[in-house]
């Protein structure tokens, strides 16, 4: 993760300053406009895509959009954010690479389309006031350094603390109290109930730690390939459901669009792909 985190992350912080993502954020404007947003949204909207949250809502923040396009903006996000570096990671607990992308793609774009036809219009209702914000190349650079050296460290503390507890939930029997507990909220999404810790490792801390616990759990054999591409399959759309939900909640995202519009995605997807497999 640390490898995967520190090359791709710097291979876009030269991408943004070579102006690459912004070019590309502009070849999108028509696509945006179909789903109720400006064109120069597509810059936040990718930022997080080949980045992560925080700067796309630093980039959310410069920009006159009204509450009811920055809860649509915010699912978008949500749903298909870090995508180079959670790909990767979920590719190591063996679910395709390209359907994990098609996926949260699929599900950024169907769930903006079904939002801009069902939340109702707002008078304009701006988040900040615009300010563009040109950074030098040693700016840049600095900038990249602090944010992946906070990153990495964030990283290894919390990938070896869940380590850790996990060892002590299933020495004391927790796990299984944990499985019973949510095996009704599990059985409405269609995950089998011994998912249950890494569902919530998913839905509390992201996408990126709970595939780091999974993927020493399948190579342990401790859950099966089957039921970890299941849970890939949810968390794909649906995790980090407390300080990513909590990020643009404090910008003027809706909570409830955030969470039942993913949620209801992630259970459908599961559901069809368990459907599939059993007419394989």
């Known amino acids: 993760m640390a490898k995967l985190t520190v090359v791709v992350s710097a291979s876009i912080a030269v991408l943004q300053y070579a102006g690459v993502i912004t070019w590309l954020a502009e070849k999108l ?6 789903i109720g947003l400006p064109g120069e949204s597509a810059l936040i909207y990718l930022t997080a895509y080949f980045v992560n949250l925080y700067p796309a809502v630093a980039a959310l923040v ?35 690479a390209v359907q994990m992308v098609a ?21 304009a209702a701006s988040a900040v006031a615009r300010v563009p914000v040109s950074l030098s190349l040693k700016e840049t650079a600095i900038n990249w350094m602090v944010s992946t050296s906070i990153l990495l460290v964030k990283m290894g503390t ?26 009704p909220v599990l059985k409405i999404f269609g995950l089998p109930a ?21 993927t020493e759990e399948t190579e342990q054999g401790k859950i099966s390939k ?8 949810h968390i794909a759309i649906s995790h980090s459901n407390l300080e990513d939900v909590l990020l643009f909640f404090s910008v003027g995202a809706n909570l ?10 992630a259970a459908g997807v599961v559901w069809i792909r368990r459907f599939f497999r059993r007419c394989a």
């Open 29 to 34: 404007h028509p696509l945006f406009g179909v």
């Open 226 to 233: 089957k039921d970890a591409d299941l849970l890939n399959y």
């Open 103 to 123: 996926l949260r793609t699929g599900a950024a774009l169907v769930s903006a389309f079904l939002l801009n036809l069902i939340l109702p219009a707002e008078p």
């Open 158 to 183: 919390i990938i070896f603390s869940l380590n850790v507890l996990q060892k002590v939930m299933v020495e004391f029997g927790i796990i299984r109290v944990l499985s019973k507990l949510f095996r």
């Open 194 to 214: 011994g998912t249950s810790f890494l569902w919530i490792v998913a839905n509390t801390l992201g996408l990126a730690y709970g595939a780091a616990v999974m």
């Open 256 to 265: 409830w669009c955030m969470l039942l519009t993913r949620w209801a995605l």
């Open 62 to 96: 410069t920009l006159d959009l009204d509450l009811r396009a920055v809860s649509i903006m915010a699912v978008m996000c949500l749903c298909s954010h870090n995508m180079i570096i959670e790909t990767a990671i979920q590719k190591k607990c063996g679910s395709s």
